[in-house]
């Protein structure tokens, strides 16, 4: 515990875990243990604290954005009264007040304009309300040019310390993304995941997210037996595409669909992902296999270096595992689509953890290409898992040393979200 005994290295523990795929769970604290305690309101209930803090109070977060109850009770079967008003804003406004009253000496209240993306977010009506306020009364507080300056300035001393060489024996977590992006050039690797230089979103890893999280809530609600119809499907995927969080059902608390070139390109995309829906749709409704994981976590010890990740899906049967991976890549031919699985380091990694996990290999590799509907396939072996452990030894090696040089080739650089400002981009003459 005391290698996190600050908040800047407890943080880089978290950004860690999360990197690597894996949500920690944080087990139940005793109400007496001198800590900082991250409840909903729910979970407050009934509970008292000297401090308070609410946050995130911005419209569409706090009050939330009303949904409509998909089996609605007729109100003629109602046997209690039908309040007036707005009921779901009454609701969320006595949330409010349980959370302002759990404080016994002082209660903050924090909102922000500015969650990220593109929309500028205004106080919530609650705080308003609570303090007496007009709605007009709320007015950002503004930082001195100074402070502006400093809070974007550069990082260095927290950039000196991620460049000192870590012991043989330290302990590292990495994820496949991590370890491919070493592979693709040390430099990039820095650039994502110690730097964390921000990029805009590309459209077509916003479209990917989307078509990702949609096929997650069809997958998930076929393990446990629920039918989904194609209308519901779409409908799930609209509200996708605008930024809902459709697994958690949570309006407005992902980005929307961004980084289109035009107006008519995004809508061309759309309608392109309805199509290739429906085709998933079709597909899985005629084959009828109902999958025995999805979005599964795993993790697997490689002396000091942890692997962590996320199958998005594995079936299994009485011949063994079938992993399949879910991509957006524009593949048509079957010949790419085996190739691509079959040179797949992230699918040898795969086929690695689940050997580690169960003592044998997986029956077979699957890269589903979701817009063209085509599916490459390969069968593991032994030589598959050899090529992922040097991968994983020869990345954690790199990344200990801290050797982060440019290894700039064409193929890798024209993909390459920073070869706009990389000065070793072999994209420029």
Not at 29 to 48: C, N, Q, S
Not at 272 to 287: C, S
């Amino acid at each position: 515990a005391l290698r996190y005994d600050n908040v800047r290295e407890f943080v880089k523990h978290l950004d860690e875990l999360i990197d690597a795929g894996e949500d920690p769970a944080v087990a139940e604290a005793d109400i007496e243990t001198p800590a900082v305690r991250v409840l909903t309101i729910h979970k407050a209930k009934g509970l008292e604290f000297p401090v308070v803090y609410l946050v995130n109070l911005v419209q569409e977060k706090f009050p939330l954005r009303r949904r409509r109850d998909p089996l609605e009770l007729p109100v003629a079967l109602m046997k209690d009264a039908v309040p007036t008003g707005d009921f779901h804003l009454q609701e969320e406004r006595r949330l409010f007040y349980v959370g302002m009253t759990r404080a016994r000496q002082e209660l903050y209240l924090t909102s922000a304009s500015d969650y990220g993306g593109s929309r500028q977010r205004k106080t919530s009506l609650f705080v308003l309300e609570g303090l007496d306020l007009p709605r007009d009364a709320s007015r950002p507080f503004r930082v001195r040019p100074v402070e502006e300056i400093e809070h974007h300035a550069p990082a260095a001393e927290i950039e000196d310390a991620a460049l000192q060489p870590l012991a043989p024996d330290a302990e590292l977590n990495l994820s496949h993304k991590q370890i491919d992006d070493y592979q693709t050039c040390p430099l990039k690797y820095f650039n994502v995941h110690v730097r964390r230089i921000p990029i805009r979103r590309h459209h077509a890893v916003a479209y990917g997210a989307v078509m990702h999280k949609v096929v997650e809530y069809y997958l998930r609600r076929r393990v446990v037996g629920n039918y989904t119809p194609l209308d519901d499907l779409l409908a799930v995927y609209d509200r996708a595409w605008a930024g809902e969080d459709v697994i958690h059902d949570r309006p407005g608390s992902h980005e929307p669909a961004e980084g289109f070139l035009t107006r008519e390109h995004e809508e061309a995309r759309k309608a392109a992902g309805r199509e290739a829906l429906r085709r998933f749709w079709n597909h899985e409704e005629a084959e009828g296999t109902k999958p025995t994981w999805v979005e599964k976590e795993f993790g697997f010890a490689l002396g000091p270096d942890r692997v962590r990740g996320r199958y998005d899906r594995v079936d299994e049967d009485l011949l063994g595992a079938v992993i399949v991976d879910y991509k957006t890549t524009e593949i048509n031919r079957q010949k790419d689509a085996d190739r691509r699985v079959s040179e797949s380091l992230q699918l040898k990694m795969y086929a690695l953890a689940w050997q580690e996990m169960t003592g044998s290999l997986p029956q077979r590799l699957e890269l589903r290409f979701i817009d063209s509907n085509v599916v490459g396939r390969h069968t593991p072996t032994t030589h598959d898992l050899e090529k992922a452990i040097d991968a994983v030894k020869a990345a954690a090696a790199g990344i200990r040393a801290r050797r982060f040089d440019a290894t700039p080739s064409w193929g890798a650089c024209r993909s390459c979200a920073y070869n706009q400002i990389c000065p070793f981009t072999a994209t420029r003459d």
